[in-house]
């Protein structure tokens, strides 16, 4: 067992170190989906099974992110994950679940403001998948706003923006 204090870089190094045991055959992973990427990464190709319990970022999710690394590098452009399996459901049916309970307590027209972390593997994913089932919901986003790009009073900024926007509902007739 090893501690890697859910750092990206402490992953990778953990599931080296167990890599190099012959008698290590599967690990259980990292905490993060970014960390658990990392590992994934790491262990490639060295005929060790990772199974993870908490990274819910999709397999598109990781291979887009993969695609997006190795464009820059000129590597590979593929990623095979048959040897990594998860033991919670992804983002996909996490943000489907939301987009349900969202149009169940809401009647169908309403917008979504939507915020979130970027630069994430996991809130990459989960933005991805959200918008997806949002529109196959046929619910709208109005905007889409990074936590980077803005402040507490930013936030507030945007809330209440939102807030008094006009609505098909209370615009002015002409």
């Given at each position: 067992m090893a501690d890697d204090e859910n750092d990206q870089k402490n992953a990778v190094k953990a599931a080296l170190a167990f890599e190099r045991e012959p008698f290590v055959h599967a690990l259980i992973g990292a905490y993060s989906s970014q960390a658990t990427f990392n590992q994934v990464n790491a262990?490639?190709?060295?005929?060790?099974?990772?199974?993870?319990?908490?990274?819910?970022?999709?397999?598109q999710a990781y291979r887009s992110k993969y695609r997006q690394e190795q464009q820059t590098t000129g590597g590979k452009q593929t990623m095979d994950l048959n040897w990594f399996f998860r033991t919670v459901s992804t983002t996909d049916k996490g943000s489907q679940k939301l987009v349900e309970a969202i149009t169940r307590l809401q009647p169908r027209g309403h917008e979504i403001l939507l915020f979130y972390q970027d630069k994430d593997l996991f809130a990459d994913s989960y933005r991805h998948d959200f918008k997806i089932h949002a529109t196959k919901a046929n619910l709208k986003i109005y905007k889409e706003v990074s936590?980077?790009?803005?402040?507490?009073k930013g936030i507030d900024r945007e809330l209440q923006q939102f807030k008094t926007k006009p609505t098909a509902g209370n615009q002015a007739k002409s």
């Open positions: 262990l490639r190709g060295k005929g060790i099974v990772l199974i993870s319990g908490t990274s819910t970022a999709t397999n936590l980077h790009s803005v402040d507490e």
